[in-house]
């Protein structure tokens, strides 16, 4: 793994840095999918370790990664863990190995950890299930790029056909008065061919209570879409930009847009909870199918074996996890930014973009995110919005007075 630098952990620690424990943990419960996204960073991009993986988890590694997590969570006195069921798609493996994972991690974690289980689904399965999960009460996510043209323009099967007519079905009976508490939100990726407004309009349809919009993953040395790198050029805020202002100037909140709430949320001192943008430590971790324990899967996208820590729960804790410099390159926030990075104003806002959006062969992820120009063109349209917002509103209460 490629690093920022020569990342000395004991010194960091002499020094009063403590890492944080894992809150997510993120099980790759099967390791194929009934897709074939020609963007997914798991099979089209760098990394291609899926293909050695099995194709399930075992019940029995499920209980050993179960005894894992809850001894993690006991060490450092979590009262709560978010279990993430991924893949490839999760739901091709069936009830049986679904409820025993959700089963198994709240066992072993007992009544003193709440354990709050979710899954990651393309949706095209998910109808079949939901009675499942709503047993076992976990919440569910979905990708959906946009309407049927949008989304059926990456989203397809193997044989060209688009997904979008099976995803929206599911997401009806989803979004229904029986199912709608299991609704957490929907996963976009961004092509800017799509019009943001006709994509933005056709996720609300869906009544989601959150839209996660996702940057296409790429790099300095593999570059996204119509990004080229060190161009001043910001089609992806532009894209953004349209849909903030649709976003933020409705008359009422008609859905959470979770990187607009994040910027937000860090222009106004607060702290980030996700990894696309901010300086708040990492705290989530992967399980593959084997049991191998990994950073997160997208970094897949930067090359061959870059999430790889070398470490399996069979013999290894969560916290032998922590020890790593890969990961404590995840968890101390600035220190770990460029030197360009670090003099950018918005930097403790940016976090230097998502990790894996950093990586130049030869010199790692010491490097400002490829979508650099995008970053701050929308961070510092959005502050520009929300600075206006406070002064008019102020203007009005003194006015009151």
């Known amino acids: 793994m490629e690093w920022p630098g020569t990342l000395d952990v004991g010194a960091l620690i002499a020094a009063g840095w403590r890492p944080t424990p894992f809150r997510e943990f993120v099980l790759k419960i099967n390791s194929r999918c009934d897709l074939a996204c020609d963007y997914c960073y798991m099979y089209e991009m760098a990394d291609q370790s899926w293909r050695e993986q099995p194709h399930r988890m075992s019940p029995a590694l499920v209980e050993r990664i179960a005894g894992r997590i809850a001894e993690h969570a006991r060490a450092h006195g979590l009262t709560a863990v978010e279990l993430v069921l991924h893949g490839g798609e999760p739901l091709l493996v069936g009830p049986e190995l679904i409820a025993h994972t959700v ?7 007992g009544p003193s950890i709440n354990v709050r ?65 299991l609704f957490s939100g929907l996963l976009c990726t961004i092509d800017v061919r799509n019009p943001p407004l006709v994509t933005y309009e056709a996720l609300l349809e869906h009544g989601p209570p959150r839209i996660d919009f996702l940057l296409p993953h790429g790099n300095w040395t593999s570059p996204p879409p119509v990004r080229v790198p060190g161009s001043p050029a910001t089609p992806y805020a532009d894209w953004l930009i349209a849909v903030f ?157």
Request: aromatic content about 6%; glycine content about 10%.
């Open 117 to 181: 289980a979710s899954v990651q689904t393309n949706g095209v399965r998910l109808g079949p299930y939901l009675d499942l999960f709503d047993e076992l009460d976990v919440q569910v996510g979905v990708s959906l790029d946009g309407d049927a043209a949008a989304h059926d323009r990456h989203r397809r099967h193997s044989n060209g056909n688009g997904s979008h007519a099976a995803v929206a079905a599911a997401l009806g009976r989803l979004g229904s008065a029986r199912f709608r508490h």
């Open 245 to 401: 202002d649709r976003w933020y100037g409705a008359p009422r909140q008609e859905t959470e847009v979770r990187l607009f709430s994040e910027i937000i949320q860090l222009l106004l001192g607060g702290a980030s909870a996700s990894e696309a943008v901010g300086l708040s430590p990492v705290g989530m971790v992967v399980v593959e199918t084997d049991g191998s324990i990994e950073q997160s899967d997208m970094l897949k996208s930067a090359y061959d074996g870059a999430p790889a820590t070398g470490l399996h729960v069979s013999r290894d804790s969560f916290d032998d996890v922590l020890s790593l410099p890969s990961i404590a390159a995840r968890q101390i926030g600035e220190l770990a930014l460029s030197a360009e990075c670090r003099s950018c104003p918005v930097h403790r806002v940016c976090g230097g973009g998502l990790y894996a959006h950093r990586y130049r062969a030869g010199r790692g992820f010491a490097n400002p995110s490829v979508y650099r120009p995008d970053l701050f063109r929308l961070i510092t349209h959005i502050r520009r919005t929300v600075a206006a917002d406070l002064d008019a509103r102020r203007e009005t209460v003194l006015q009151e007075k």
């Open 103 to 109: 089963s198994s991690v709240r066992r072993a974690a």
